[in-house]
C-alpha cells in the first residue's frame, strides 16, 4: 500500500476498472445483441453473411463471458470503498476480473497483428486498473 497515496490511487483504479467495464460492456453488445450486423462481425474480421452465422453462437458465447467479466469487477466496484473485509472483497474481486481481462488482451494480442489495436483497448485499462488496485 502506498501510505498517504490511498485514496488518489483509488480513484484512479475506480476510473480505471470502469473504463475496462465499459469496454467488456460493448463487446458484450456487439457479440451477444449486434453481431449479425455486417458493421459489426466485418470490425471482428468475419467477412460474410454466412461465416457470420456460422460464428453466431461462439459470438453469442463470447460476448456473456465478457459480461460476466464485467459484472465482477463491477460488484467489486462496488464494494471496494467500505472497509474491512469488504473492501478486501471489492479488491479481490477487481484484481480478478481486469486480472482475466487483461490476460484474454494478451492472447487477442498473440493471435495476429490485425487484433493489437482492439488487444491494446483490452488489455491497457485492465491492466492499468489491476496495477492500481493492487497499489491501494
Partial sequence: MLEG???AMQWIAIVLASVAVAVHVLAF??????WMRPR???R????TEAEAACMRLLAFNQG???LALALLV???LVLMPSSGDT???GKALICAGTGCMAIAGIVLAASGWRFW???????TPAAAALVCTWLV
Fill in 64 to 66: 456473456f463471458y465478457n
Fill in 74 to 76: 463491477t460488484i467489486g
Fill in 117 to 123: 489495436r482492439a488487444a491494446l483497448l483490452q488489455f
Fill in 87 to 89: 473492501e478486501l472483497v
Fill in 29 to 34: 453488445v456487439l457479440e451477444s445483441v449486434l
Fill in 40 to 42: 459489426v462481425f466485418r
Fill in 44 to 47: 471482428f474480421g468475419v467477412s
Fill in 5 to 7: 497515496h490511498g485514496s
